[in-house]
């Protein structure tokens, strides 16, 4: 068989303050696909096109996965007070990949702000902070001492590709204080919170794989054995070995 490879998209930090600066990407996620029986590998953050262009030639899926709040200039709004300084490098790398990736017909996963900059893309826009929808009621940014927890349900969307992986409603962590305000063109909502909160997004052309989950999927199977999130993993790399 194959050996089938997942592409990270990375971060940058320069987490101890000395002037060096780590490429870095949560564990979790190169231990969920190591657990699935895939193997991962990070892609370092980087604004050069040709090298993002060989990053996509590289690998057989894309996981984009979590972080920091994304520019809201990108969906044309001025920054609200509780919207942290965006990294301008990554959510340009983030954009290329998804760019490229579409190209190329590469499937994506897009965890939490991975799901956030694939809406964004598709000319989408956020709540830079949840308390400006006066829907939501329920906690979703949760503390990371449990991260595997899960802390509310979502509901699925009939004929939706979640509802075709889990079939019934579940539940999931959180860890997040944004959301999709504005559902981007060609994408449709697959699942929600019961508060009404976008929790899960995909694309509406069925020759390409794109799917994101507001939840973290990767902490609750790599840390919780969770096995939603291991069927939800399988199906990704199920669209992956169609290709």
Sequence with gaps: MKNIIIGLSGSQNDFDKTGFIRDYVNNHYSNSMIKIGVTPIILPLTTDKETIAKYIDLVDGIILTGGDDVNPQLFNEEFLPETQVPDLDRDS????LIKVGIEKKIPILGVCRGMQLLNIYFNGSLYQDLKYNDEVKLKHLQDMKKPDMPVHKVILSENSLL???FSKNIWVNSFHHQGIKVLGEELKISAVSTDGIIEAIEYTEN?????GVQWHPEMMYSEGDNKNMEDLFNFFIKQIKKK
Excluded: T
């Design 93 to 96: 790398f983030d954009m290329s």
């Design 163 to 165: 509802n075709e992986i």
């Design 207 to 211: 020759e390409q794989f794109l799917l």
